[in-house]
Structure formats: C-alpha cells, structure tokens
C-alpha cells in the first residue's frame, strides 16, 4: 500500500503569517481586528488601558458574539505604570442562588462530545436556560473603568459597540463556519434562530463581491441603554428587568435579585516566581493559575537550549503538564472540563505603561445558545462548569463558583527593570499549555512576539496524551511518543485543535505585540504617532 494512504489528512496547505505591531502611543490585542480598533481610538482620543480594555470588550459583544459578550463572565489582571503588583478583577462565574442540582437528573450516559462528564437530561447544563450564570461581565467592565480609568464616560467607550452594534455581524466565511458550527442547537430557541439562522439556514456570503451584515436583534438598543442609564442599569434598572423578563419566560432560575447582587470584586494577583527572574501574575483562586504554577515548577530545571526548544524540551512540557493536569483533575474526580470553548482575550498597554490582560467568555462557542429577545444579549452557559453528579468536589448548587479555565497573565522582571508582559489565550482547556509556551518562548528563550507567536506548539488538556503541531520536526514528534501518547494535529481554523494566545511585550516606552496566528479576524492594532 503506497506511503501516502496512511498520511494524515491536511484541511489546510499554506503558510500563515499574521501582522504584529509596535508603537509607543499603545496597543491593543484582540480576536478581532474591528474591537482592537475601537480600544486603540480610545487610546488615542486620551484614555487609558483600562478605558480601551472596556471599549474593547463591548465591541467584541457585537463583531464575534460567539465568544463574549454582555452575557458573558471573566477575569481582567491590571498593572499600573511602574508598579510591581497586579490587581485581579475577578468577574468570574456565579451559579444563581436559585439553582437546584434535582434539575440537572442524569441519564446514566457519558457525554462524549465535549467533555466526559455523566449526561444531564436534555443538556441542561449544556445549552438552554437552566445553563446560564449570572451574567457578570458587564459588572466587571464597570469595575475595570471605575477603579482604574480615567473617567472618561462610558457612553464614548460603549460608541464604538454601538455602532457596529447598528451596522450589524459581518457576513463572510468566518461567520458563517461558526454559527453553522452550532446551529443545531440554535435552532432550539426562537430568538436564537431568529437572528442567526435567517430562512432556518446558517447566513452565507455573496458568492462574489463583499460580504454584507447580519442584524443583531435588540442589541444595539441595549447597548443605547447602557450608554444613557450607565452600566448598573444592566443589573438593577431596566435591563435588568428585561433580562429577567425574558429568563424567567423561558424557565431559567437567574432573577432580579441575582442580576442586583452581582459585582465585581478587586483583589491583590497571586504570584508564581518564573525561574530566577521573573514574577508571573495571575487571577489565581479557581482559574487555570494553580495548575499553571505546577508546570512552572516542574519545567525549572529543564535546560532551554540557546537555539529554541528542541525535542527533549517539549517531550518534559509533555510530562509535567499531563502529571499536572492529573492532579487537577483529581480534585474533581473523574470530571474534566469542556474543551469546546469560544472564550475570548484582550490585551492592552497604555503611553504611561498600565497594563491589562483580560479573558472573558461565553464558555461554549455561542455560550447557552439563547439570545433573550427584549435585549439582543447572548446568554453564557456556565453551568456546564460543574461538575452534575452529586457530592462531587465541583458540584452544581446555589451561589457557589465552579473551577474554570481562563488563565490571564501578566509578568515582571523579579529586579523591577527590564520588559513586562501581558498575554492571555482562548480555548478552554487548551489555555494553559498555550500561555505556558508563550511566556517560555518569550521568556526563556528570548524570542520577539512575532516569533513566539508563529512557533508550533503542542497542546495538552490532560492526562491522557500529548496533540503536536504537525509543523514540529520528526524528532520532536519521536520525542514526544517516546513521553507518552501522542496525536499529530492541524493547526487551522477548525477543528481547532490549540488555543489562540495574544501577547504584548514593554521594552522601555516601546510595546510590541501579536495575535494568534490561526483566528483570521485577530489583529494587534497601535496607536499612531
């Protein structure tokens, strides 16, 4: 049988390059290049990191509603010019106080498709209106602007979000691969159809020409609101008695009270020493930080050979990340968490040096996969979080904070003078094997971001085995095998089989960054001057 019968198949044979950017005014990183922009006109209109992180975030709602959005949750890590310790703004996922674990009854089955969990009936904790958290990125945008912006109204940071909002999702190819991605479910519930599968199909582009726009629903006049009413009007005004409307219409359990309790919480970053000179901070508590801080200490003392890393390099990465995910995932039985992720990340540095890392999400790709018709807004579906068998160690119940797996950072050399660095990545699982070999490539082995960002990787999401970049070498795929199990992957568009980090480095008043290579919306955006 000729050689070629058994290669692997290959969706995509090109080579990608994706631009970075450099400047000294600021920087904006993001999956999509339309969101960059709007944080970078901040930037350059007089706000800070802050104030564009935030514009930033509300664009994304409008132009990739798959990944965040005003329904979603995160985290953001802020770093103040010459400081030397970051601030998490933790808005991450909250259970509402209503929550019942009897209705998420199991079917005896295993979920298969996205993660090995026991099956709820009807995919509750899936998609739907029993999988929604509170809904709390809003609130932790407000935070962001109020404890570190400079004031600068929220109606200009949210003009960028509205007027994308009003011309509508562009309709290209892109768009069309995701919403087709989940339009099995979409269908399922009015609204969402209603938007995004006009005529019961998912939109397409002209066949020549240029793509148009999709409306978005309510969400512009949602977002018109908040401009006028301010950001609190999400949680105790009247979107926040729209939204619980349109919740308890559908039989989810998030009420007014909920939304009215929801905020954001300042706490000092948690810190994990990178080798002799460095200082990683991170969001700490039930993200991805812990297992992070694992890696770092099992992979000081494997050499960085001078020329890059090389097999005997990842075959160690390979080993300590599935023996850290081991005991991760010990702590929550035999649960894993979803890898069918659509999280987003956001970097940004400022002219003075204020520097912000944010991840937020809708958890799967188009979150719940209910869009709540009074107010446009796509709804997470945290939930899927927990873990649904009773009397687990990361159980359903009320008001309670499920382990997740967003994972920004933020560096700073342990001397206090030398380049600091922001990153971040999208992916669920995926995450953490992805920021650890971006910070190892920058930091380790003094790569330029555009490198690093370009440099195949491996990925591993647990225990069980390694997935390789097929762009690695034979020996590092040898290497590899010989740690344990390995499976040779794409890195493409889909499936997506690695996250998609983003990366600003700070040399002196000089920012350089880069976004993931394979998203073909991402863009790293500097302000002219």
Known sequence: MPAHDHAPYRTQNWILEKPG????????????????????AILQAGGNAADAAVATALALAAVEPWNSGLGGIGFALVLPPGANRATVVDFGPVSSRN???????????????????PEVEGDRNVH??????????????????????????VADLLAPALRLARRGLAQDWFATLKIASSASVLRLYEESARLYLPGGLPPVPPYQGVPGFLPLGRLAETLARLAEAGLRDFYEGGIARDLAADIAALGGVVDREDLAGCRAVLREAPTIAWRDGHVVHT?????????????????????????????GWFAALST??????????????????PGDTCTTHLTVVDRDGLMVSMTTTLLSSMGSRVALPKTGILMNNGMMWFDPRPG?????????????????????PRSGEGPRLAAGASGGRRILASVYQTLAFLLDFGMEPGRAAHLPRIDVSGPEGTSADARLGPEVREALAGAGPVEVVEHGVMPINFACPNLIRLDGDVATGCSDVASPW????????
């Open 21 to 40: 950017a450099s400047g000294r005014h600021g920087l904006v990183v993001a999956q999509n290049r339309e969101a960059a922009e709007a944080g970078a």
């Open 99 to 117: 929550t019942r674990a009897a209705d998420y009854a199991l079917t005896g089955r295993t979920k298969r498709d996205l993660f090995t969990w």
């Open 128 to 153: 739907g209106p029993l999988s929604f958290c509170i809904p709390s990125a809003v609130a932790g945008y407000a935070r962001l602007h109020e404890a570190f912006g400079t004031g600068t109204p």
């Open 283 to 311: 969001a700490g508590g039930l993200t991805a930080a812990p297992t992070l801080a694992e890696v770092v200490s099992g992979m000081a003392a494997v050499p960085c050979p001078p020329e890059g890393p090389d097999a």
């Open 320 to 337: 300590v990340m599935r023996e850290a995910y081991a005991r991760r995932l010990a702590g929550l039985g035999a649960a894993t968490e």
């Open 392 to 412: 687990s160690a990361n159980p359903i119940a009320p008001g309670t904070r499920p382990l997740c797996n967003m994972c920004p950072v933020i560096v700073t």
């Open 522 to 529: 991402s863009a790293a955006v500097a302000v002219p001057g």
